[in-house]
Each structure stands twice: as C-alpha cells, then as structure tokens.
C-alpha cells in the first residue's frame, strides 16, 4: 500500500483554510488508526499527530472514530 505525505506545493500549507480542527483525546484513544488510514490530507501520522500546517478541519477522522476520541473545535 503506498501512502501520501503532504509536501508544500502551489497552496503552501493549507491548515489556514480551517475553521474547526479536530484534537484526539489520548485517554480515549484505542490505537484502531481508524483516522490515520482515512484522513485525505494524510495529516495524521502513524504515531496519532496532527499536522495543522495541512489539515483542512473536514472532520472525516472524528466522524470515523469509533470511541469519539477526536472532537472538532472552533479555530481561534
């Protein structure tokens, strides 16, 4: 299986795009890497961390979560 990695391309870093970004709760969390194989940006990183400076805040991994580790906040 090949896997994409975000790279600063013609957009630059496109995090600033975001209006809600997602924040893993590591207490919850059960390691399924659920959001790191279905995350479209491939912001999610093998070890669970987001990368903001390419995450677009589209909600997939949160909405994938089975035990709702991840919840969306407002961007401040």
Known sequence: MSIS???VGASGRTGDWRVFM???DY???????ECYLLCPEATISAELEI???Y???????ANEC???AIRMVKEE
């Open 5 to 7: 990695y975000p790279t």
């Open 22 to 24: 997602p924040v893993i």
């Open 27 to 33: 207490d919850l969390c059960t390691r399924c890497f």
């Open 51 to 53: 990368d903001y400076d």
């Open 55 to 61: 995450c677009k805040g589209c909600g997939i991994c």
């Open 66 to 68: 089975p035990v709702k």
